[in-house]
């Protein structure tokens, strides 16, 4: 018996080096990479193995019982690498779900174990005769057959899956596959150069350098899997129907944390905390997946559903007081929400689109999505599809609400507001469509549809009954560079003067912070456009910037008139109307609902009202039907 066990050493080195590259790059995470290091360590041993078997030093029956042990563990390691492929093409979630179908896969690799074990009695697959020397039986073709069955099966599943990797990634797998058919077709007819071992290691080598990278799919910070992880693993469930729930939680003054700790500090503690809140789920769900989405957001993915309180009670508690690591004490603000799926939503775009503004969309701590369901689904997952299907089509409604003049006791003006209305969830209000569309880069597109709407109303039927028309603009249309361009081209093509327009802003637009919004108000204001600050009084004024800009009217929100109505500060408010009157500033107090207000106001010398004591705002018809009526002469 003369074996060349060069190529078999290699193999060993290869493998050891693999898997010491492993456990430096935590390749422990995730079913792909788990089925990948056991199957390294089955071609480890199988090598290690296979060298043993060949060596003359041993008598006959030990070289039988470790090449018995060689090929149960080459098989073992076939097996492993069939699994291991049916996960790369999502196969390995159906057979989970089909519980029948892993003893089935199992029967060949059972069937041979029985063999090997006959085969000590009968000899027919192999046997060692006294020299000693290596034979092979009649029946040594079946081992080979069950692994190429393995082979072929797990070629066809990574084939039909390969809309989940690159096509370098599958054509990377693919070739593993023919390659380590091929050794094993030559091994099979020539048994003295033992090369089925190193060509195995070449092609984990392969798999290595461009499948398996955990370090792209795992989060540096937290140690947990990350958006690419999580992104994979959701389009995957998503196509096979699964039913999941995820509890998103993001942590709103995460920076801070930073700001009073070193970033090392910092980012163990985070790791600590994770792993903490991991541990806590995990108890309540084996099932449960922690992923890190990046920004301070966490994804807790889990299938059965009955856990969804446990773990929602569990995770808000654990956020709900400060958490210790290493002498640190920090208290996260945490928002968090329980998505179902694919009842919420039903696909993994809309998934991830809202996965990171969730918690933009709500003031509490907790978004609850049951206002928002409706039979035809979650329209918080459609806003992508709603609202750039409205774009497109320029779909979006303008309702107006009349503003109301106390000195000349008239409406003389109106807010334009934006409505979108969708057959399937009905009218969609702007509370839920403008944090959305700012946050997913869509609110200029928005807001040249308002614009023009609003100038082409008013030009057409507003021109002749009121003095001016209100239109907001939201801070992202101010860093627009072509917004002043854009706008004074509308009132060119519509034959509108400026001072028909009144632009309405935020008090905190971060009109000093950002030079392009600057250029945009100044521009619009020399060319003789009005500016209101909306909301004036609830965030920061810059006195100077206000009297800068051709402000004509400060708007006081609701808040500061349920305030003003119930308290006693006359004198303080005439005050400030005094301010900045002289500066022919107006002052506007927005939510009336109460004619007493209405007195109030009038008797502290306020200039104009609107509010629901008026009129909601309402849609062009009904709008114009109401100020014609409203604004009739006497």
Not at 32 to 54: C, G, H, Q, R, Y
Not at 107 to 127: G, Y
Not at 500 to 507: A, K, N, S
Request: net charge negative; hydrophobic share 45%.
């Amino acid at each position: 018996m003369d074996f060349n066990l060069y190529f078999d050493i290699a193999a060993i080195v290869i493998f050891i080096v693999l898997i010491f590259a492993a456990v430096l790059k935590r390749q422990l995470i995730g079913l792909s990479n788990k089925l990948f290091i056991v199957s390294i360590a089955l071609a480890l041993a199988t090598a290690v193995f296979d060298i043993l078997a060949s060596l003359p030093m041993f008598d006959v029956a030990t070289l039988f019982a470790l090449n018995t042990v060689f090929m149960l563990v080459r098989s073992a390691m076939t097996v492993s690498v069939f699994f291991y492929a049916t996960n790369l093409g999502r196969a390995l979630v159906y057979m989970k779900r089909h519980g029948w179908l892993f003893p089935l896969v199992m029967t060949p690799f059972f069937v041979l174990v029985i063999m090997f074990v006959v085969n000590a009695f009968t000899k027919q697959i192999f046997d060692y005769l006294p020299g000693p020397e290596y034979r092979r039986g009649g029946l040594i073709w079946i081992p080979y057959f069950v692994g190429y069955l393995y082979a072929f099966s797990g070629l066809v599943f990574v084939v039909l899956g390969r809309k989940y990797h690159s096509a370098s990634q599958t054509i990377a797998v693919i070739s593993v596959f023919i390659l380590q058919i091929a050794a094993s077709v030559f091994q099979l007819f020539s048994n003295a150069v033992l090369i089925e071992m190193f060509v195995a290691a070449i092609t984990f080598f392969m798999l290595s350098l461009f499948l398996e990278s955990p370090e792209n799919f795992v989060d540096a910070k937290t140690k947990d899997r990350n958006y690419t992880s999580f992104e994979s693993n959701m389009k995957q469930k998503f196509d096979f129907r699964d039913n999941f729930s995820i509890l998103l939680v993001h942590a709103m003054n995460s920076s801070a944390l930073y700001n009073l700790y070193q970033p090392k500090k910092a980012i163990g503690f985070i790791r600590a905390c994770n792993a903490m809140l991991r541990g806590k789920i995990m108890a309540i769900e084996k099932s449960c997946v922690v992923y890190y989405l990046g920004d301070a957001t966490f994804a807790c993915c889990y299938d059965k559903k009955a856990s969804d309180q446990a773990i929602f009670d569990t995770v808000r508690q654990t956020f709900s007081s400060p958490m210790m690591n290493n002498g640190i004490s920090f208290q996260f603000i945490a928002k968090l929400c329980l998505v179902h799926c694919p009842e919420d939503c039903k696909d993994v775009d809309s998934l991830l689109a809202f996965s990171t503004l969730f918690y933009e969309l709500t003031d509490s701590d907790v978004l609850d999505l049951e206002p928002y369901r409706s039979s035809s689904g979650n329209v918080l997952f459609e806003l992508d599809h709603l609202l750039e299907k409205a774009i497109r089509e320029e779909s979006f409604s303008l309702y107006y609400q009349p503003i109301y003049s106390i000195k000349q006791k008239r409406f003389t003006c109106a807010e334009a507001l934006l409505r979108l209305h969708d057959s399937t969830f009905g009218l969609l209000m702007p509370g839920l469509i403008i944090p959305y569309a700012e946050k997913r880069g869509k609110m200029v597109a928005i807001g040249r549809i308002v614009l023009k709407r609003a100038f082409a109303f008013y030009a057409k039927e507003l021109k002749e009954t009121l003095d001016y028309l209100e239109v907001n603009l939201s801070p992202l249309q101010l860093q627009d560079p072509y917004l002043s361009q854009d706008i004074l081209a509308l009132a060119s093509q519509f034959d509108i003067e400026p001072s028909d327009i009144v632009f309405e802003i935020t008090e905190s637009s971060s009109i000093g912070e950002n030079p392009v919004v600057g250029e945009n108000l100044d521009s619009l204001s020399n060319a003789g456009f009005r500016i209101a600050i909306d909301d004036f009084g609830t965030g920061y004024s810059n006195f100077a910037r206000i009297i800068h800009l051709n402000v004509c009217t400060l708007k006081f929100d609701k808040s500061m008139t349920d305030a003003f109505d119930v308290g006693d500060q006359d004198d303080l408010y005439r005050g400030l109307f005094s301010l900045f009157r002289g500066r022919g500033i107006k002052m506007l107090f927005e939510g009336v609902e109460r004619q007493e207000t209405v007195d109030k106001l009038s008797k502290a010398e306020a200039d104009e009202v609107q509010g629901f004591y008026f009129s909601k705002p309402i849609p062009e018809v009904e709008f114009l039907n109401f100020i014609r009526t409203k604004n009739k002469p006497e």
